[in-house]
């Protein structure tokens, strides 16, 4: 169980730093100058050229790379091209709402999405199968935008019974921070939905059809008991790999949703970094992104150890 633990933690580090040298190399090989872009249309060469001396753009790339990979390792992302201030202050402040939006997204994905795939996996081929079958098509088929244009014409603008769009703290108070998360969230959430369900769905298939199941009905187990005792737990192996994936991707795949909606998260600071070129935040945020990737799944392998105990082994 430890040599297991250790190894996957050793691979962890080595693949941050693949992801580092990448995230890297990626943005300096990317067009446009970020040193143009600050000083402006009318800048002449000399001064663009003082820029790019002062941010330290004309130094050899494995320099750089090597300077920037220090003051990560010490708890410094940089400063801003732009805005001037801290990396890590400026994703902090953006850090809640992106959080918020992804927690009420899974568990609005989790509790629907496996429900929906344990009793469409029990009834399957018939009238509800069916049904959720087409459900999770549609899931797999609209965009989110299409969704979430649509949630916030019919439900904000038309009813008037939520907000189009912004952002409440939670400690603003709770009713606030739901009312203007539950739009993006049901946006968003309906695409994992169908991933959850239809994962869910064909395990419990495999596992209803073992003899272990057949022993346990005949012995008068209720069908909650087989359902949720006896077939979820051994079918939990791809669910919980496909919950892991789902939760990683929201962090890091949130831009869109926030952008409909209007939500200051990550999503927008991104793009506002990526159209300004700067440099320092975009690496942040991808480092950060690829780090929460990466230690989901880790938390992911590790939980196999408790569901599966064979695992261990």
Not at 5 to 20: C, N
Not at 90 to 119: C, D, K, N, Y
Not at 213 to 227: E, I, N, V
């Amino acid at each position: 169980m430890t040599t297991y633990i250790l190894r996957r933690i050793v691979s962890t580090i080595g693949v941050m730093a693949m992801v580092g040298i990448f995230i890297f190399l990626l943005l300096r090989m990317s067009p446009g100058d970020p040193a143009a872009i600050i000083a402006g249309d009318t800048a002449t060469p000399e001064i663009i050229a003082g820029i790019r001396d002062k941010l330290g753009l004309n130094d050899p790339l494995p320099l750089q790379f090597v300077h920037w990979a220090l003051a990560i390792l010490g708890g410094d992302f940089g400063t801003s091209m732009f805005s001037g201030g801290p990396v890590l202050q400026l994703i902090s402040q953006r850090l809640q709402p992106t959080i918020s939006l992804a927690m009420l997204t899974m568990i609005l994905s989790v509790t629907i999405g496996v429900s929906f795939g344990v009793f469409s996996g029990w009834r399957s081929g018939g009238l509800l199968d069916r049904f959720l079958s087409a459900f999770t098509a549609v899931g797999f088929s609209v965009p989110v935008f299409v969704v979430g244009y649509f949630l916030v014409y019919y439900l904000a603008i038309r009813t008037h019974w939520l907000p189009v769009q912004g952002y409440s703290p939670i400690d603003e108070g709770l009713g606030p921070w739901f009312m203007h998360l539950i739009l993006p969230a049901v946006a968003l959430s309906l695409f994992y939905i169908a991933f959850i369900a239809r994962i869910t769905r064909a395990s419990m298939i495999e596992v209803l059809s073992e003899d272990y199941m057949r022993t346990a009905a005949a012995k008068g187990a209720s069908t909650y008991a087989m359902l949720f005792h006896h077939a979820l737990k051994n079918a939990g192996v791809p669910i919980l790999t496909v919950i892991g994936l789902s939760f990683a991707y929201l962090i890091s795949g949130v831009v869109i949703t926030e952008t409909v909606f209007n939500v200051p998260g990550i999503g927008r600071l991104t793009v506002d970094a990526i159209n300004n070129r700067d440099y320092p935040v975009i690496q942040g945020v991808l480092i950060l992104a690829s780090g929460m990737y990466v230690l989901v799944n880790l938390g992911v392998d590790l939980a196999y150890t408790f569901i599966d105990p064979r695992i261990r082994y």
